[in-house]
């Protein structure tokens, strides 16, 4: 099954035999007080180069939240998603469950937006499927609740299967839904990863729709995050994992996501691995080279050459 | 199904509910020419400091190899095995296809040593299974044959089952057989990888044994391959990979393997991703602190702070 994503001029597919799809973060003011700020002013100019800065570090779609407290969400989504256009051809991960933000953010965007998110709340599906299906969008679908985030994968199932019904009866294909089968801390409890892969587990198996996930969260409050970032996705891909929304800015993030494409056979040749070493050390060498001058002599420790072990 | 290692004081469990176990790759002349000229001299002091330093590292057994054309394989297997036990307490794989050589070390050795290892020809099985049965040790099996290495998941499965099957006759176990479903280096061919998860799945499924792997191999003639090897552990654990011989020594897979258990709820609280986090980054201070003297002055790149996103 594919899911296609596009912009104006750019397709994306999302399935278990495309590329692995990053989609970026960044583009959020959560816990961004300069974004924010910037937001509430219509000044997008920090969107601009967050969208192409997450492109260049490999992120396929863009994801975009203006959601702050009291400020007008609609118009700013609707500024910011006109500024992700004007600079890059990626397309975009319209982050609201607010209707009149997706109202004034989805008529103006040129292509095939992601919408995230419904949930399985009856409230949520019916005030926002008709939105998705009116603009022919498609959709990330979590899998909770009014009853909230169960810790029994069955029930996770059941929410999914939900939605995808909903969705169905509201005329969008089951291609067009991505169901995220939650991800939660594990430090707070270490079934937490278990839970997430059985319940990507049945939903592949009974509804073998594509899935995407918010991968940062399940290292929350532990040390040393790129890689316990990077260790679920890779573990969650077997079991169906085709796209996250993650950190794309994070080398080691994207590095490993290149790895499990290439061990999956979706980079034949190791044509993107190659690629990004050589311009992972190509950028490594430009900057020993500006360090340099500002101290010949020291014998400061180099980085360790990569190896060939 | 658990697989049960020995020293004379230490048990190491290999299955799916357990901590992912390292098999410690180092003790190995092939390419080590100082060490194969001190095997040779019967000087096995590289040998004692290669043990503590991959068990110091995180191996849970070590391999230990002795294979020099034209020398002595079976004194020399003898005397590192013995030197091995006189400096730790982890089980040992003793990896010989030589009955001469196994038959030398596994009478001195004190515990359960895995044998590795045999493969599905008919010689290799009995020649080495009656002296894995005399010494009540456990066995890797390679699924491969005298007609090769198959790119047929179904055929290495077969292969594996007629390991499983012979080792039976012999009166060994299943839970003392690991099978290798062995990993061709994705370099040369993009689908070897979707080859190996493939033979994993049917494995697991049909026979239910516990797998290890040697896991170095898939990167080879690729750059920057230890996030290779790490990605390809990863991949497989969903599948039933319970084992590697692999690079302890090589932080980055230590990392990795430990962030895997940690999502696969093997361990709990995180305690050894925490503990991992700390010496790791006590020797980078201590390695800081040492370097500080040497440019006391010099604006020298610092390595960048682990994060905490």
New interface residues.
């Given amino acids: 099954m594919k899911t296609v994503l596009s912009s104006a001029t750019k397709t994306v597919l999302i399935g278990p035999d495309e590329p692995f799809v990053i989609i970026g973060e960044r583009i959020n003011p959560t816990n961004r007080k300069k974004l924010a700020e910037e937001l509430k002013r219509f000044d997008f100019s920090r969107v601009r180069a967050d969208a192409l800065a997450q492109v260049e570090a490999g992120a396929q779609v863009l994801d975009v939240n203006t959601g702050i407290p009291g400020a007008d969400e609609p118009g700013m989504l609707k500024g910011a998603v006109q500024a992700m256009m004007e600079v890059t051809d990626a397309p975009i991960s319209i982050d609201s469950s607010t209707p009149e933000a997706l109202e004034a953010a989805l008529p103006i965007y040129r292509g095939k937006a992601l919408v995230n998110s419904v949930t399985g709340e009856d409230e949520s599906l019916e005030r926002l499927l008709p939105l998705i299906k009116k603009y022919g969008a498609a959709v990330i679908g979590i899998a909770n609740d009014d009853t909230g985030i169960s810790n029994d994968p069955e029930v996770r199932l059941a929410v999914a299967r939900k939605i995808v019904q909903r969705a169905a009866d509201h005329g969008i294909p089951r291609e067009d839904v991505l169901i995220d089968p939650l991800c939660m801390p ?2 707070a409890n ?2 937490f ?2 839970i997430t ?1 059985e319940t990507m587990r049945l939903i592949r198996q009974e509804l073998g729709v594509n899935m995407s996930i918010g991968a ?1 969260n ?1 290292g929350f409050g ?7 970032t ?3 996705m ?2 969650a ?3 169906g994992l085709t796209a996250a929304i993650t ?1 794309a800015l ?1 080398p080691e993030i994207y ?2 996501i290149l ?2 494409d ?4 979706r ?4 044509k993107r ?2 690629q990004n ?1 050589r311009k992972v050390s190509a950028a490594k060498a430009a ?1 020993l080279g500006a ?1 340099a001058p ?2 010949p002599s ?4 180099t980085p360790s050459p ?4």
């Fill in positions: 594990i430090g270490h079934n990863g278990r892969f940062g399940v532990l040390p040393d995050r790129p890689p316990l990077s260790s679920f890779l573990l891909m077997p079991v950190n994070e590095r490993s790895a499990g290439l061990m999956m056979g980079d034949p040749f190791g691995w190659n070493f900057a360090a500002a101290a020291a014998a400061s420790p990569v190896t060939g072990r």
